[in-house]
């Protein structure tokens, strides 16, 4: 797709943020730190990032969805995790209010979302409800104008440095499956509120992850989003924005992989000549770029579905699918385009290695993607 020149303009914008602001000294001390990095992410704020799919009536700047793809991928293609400080707000964290919230939770709660002096995140997985999220067992209770919440939510991004959490609970026990779950915003002080250990992961370190533990938490009524019983169907739409962020960002980790191996394979010489002008590695690199080629493709497609109001549960789907795996396998070949080199952490792609590989994962696994495409192809 040739974008037009709003679009493009756009796109240099956020390359140049991405190249000049996210220093090789800050990825490095991201990735071996884990810690949460404030001045950038208020400097992204500042420029608007974390309220670019936001609303301007709450505080955003309302751009569509190919914009903020464009984002998304051009900070995870300098670094992956950083694409994730920009992402949470208008994704998992601000979506559902968009989607949902009424028109006090949008007033109250978006404004500081959009501008980065709050974070919200999203609270839908469980110990044992992880790619089955329809088997939710933490629990809300009405109690009066309150409900009573009690359960364990586990791997939620952002969770130590969030104000406000989406805490997906059963309102209603006697339904099966899915239905009777709600959705209701949590104050992360309320007494009875805690974090547990921050994950020691694999990539994307920087942004911590931990368990929420909810016991006894009292809310009041007025934090449900949407309808009683009706979260999980809100869970889901969030999910399929949620999904084409993921895509775009697999894309700007496999573009990463393919910028790092054709620098690589020009300079470094084996039998005397640049090991580009062999085969066994221009084929990779021919491989790398026509994949990158169709996942994005795949995800501006899927991002116009969604500007002009379409159906686009399946588009978003395809594109986490397909560009999740190309970017596992990218990952895959610039390591071995680096050889020894590229297994060592001084080489970027080592960490993008381990970047890629939560993209197949989070937001719905591949397979996950594949059950959500085959079950509409094939629905009656
Ligand atoms: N948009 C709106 N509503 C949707 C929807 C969508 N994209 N997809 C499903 N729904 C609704 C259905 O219409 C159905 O509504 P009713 O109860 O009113 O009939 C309800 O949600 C349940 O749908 P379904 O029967 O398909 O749900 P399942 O329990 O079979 O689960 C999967 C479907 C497996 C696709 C879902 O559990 C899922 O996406 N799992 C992965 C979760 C995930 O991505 N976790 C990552 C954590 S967030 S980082």
């Known amino acids: 797709m040739i974008l037009d020149a709003k679009h493009t303009l756009q796109q240099k914008l956020f390359r140049e943020f991405a190249e000049t602001e996210f220093t090789k000294e800050l990825q490095e001390k991201l990735d071996l730190e884990g810690e949460f990095d404030w001045d950038i992410f208020h400097k992204m704020a500042k420029y608007g990032f974390t309220g670019i799919k936001i609303p301007k009536e709450y505080g955003g700047s309302g751009s569509d969805y190919l914009t903020y793809c464009l984002m998304i991928e051009e900070l995870a293609r300098v670094d992956c995790v950083l694409s994730v400080y920009a992402n949470t707000s208008n994704s998992l964290g601000g979506g559902p ?31 044992g409800a992880g790619s089955d999220a329809g088997g939710t067992t933490t629990t809300a209770v009405q109690d009066g104008d309150d409900f009573i919440l009690n359960g364990r939510k586990t791997f939620i991004s952002g969770a130590p440095v969030a104000d406000w959490c989406l805490v997906f ?96 394979a020009k300079e470094r010489k084996q039998f005397g000549k640049p090991i580009a002008d062999f085969q066994g590695i221009s084929f990779m690199i021919t491989d790398m770029a026509t994949e990158i080629a169709a996942a994005r493709e795949l995800v501006y497609n899927a991002a116009n579905l969604k500007d002009a109001n379409m159906d686009a549960t399946t588009a978003c789907s395809m594109a ?33 290695y381990r970047d890629a590989r939560i993209t197949s994962i989070y937001e719905g696994t591949s397979q996950i993607q594949q059950v959500v495409i085959s079950g509409n192809l094939l629905k009656k």
């Open 320 to 352: 986490k699918y397909f560009a999740a795996e190309v970017a596992n396998r990218c990952a895959y070949k610039a390591v071995q385009i680096h050889g020894g080199y590229g297994y060592i952490k001084e080489y970027k792609v080592e960490r993008l």
């Open 169 to 264: 609970a059963k309102t209603d026990p006697t339904a099966k499956g899915s239905r009777g779950i709600s959705m209701f915003i949590v104050d992360m002080k309320l007494p009875g509120v805690s974090c547990g250990a921050h994950e020691n992961k694999m990539g994307i370190n920087g942004y911590p992850t931990s368990d929420v533990i909810l016991e006894d938490v009292r809310v009041s009524k007025d934090c449900l989003v949407g309808p009683l019983h009706k979260g999980f169907s809100i869970a889901m739409k969030t999910l399929d924005g949620g999904r084409l962020g993921m895509a775009a960002q697999a894309v700007g980790v496999a573009q990463a992989c393919l910028d790092e191996s054709i620098k690589y």
């Open 97 to 127: 209010l968009v989607i949902a919230g009424s028109e006090e939770q949008k007033a109250k709660y978006l404004p500081p979302i959009a501008k980065g002096e709050k974070i919200m995140v999203f609270a839908l997985t469980e110990p």
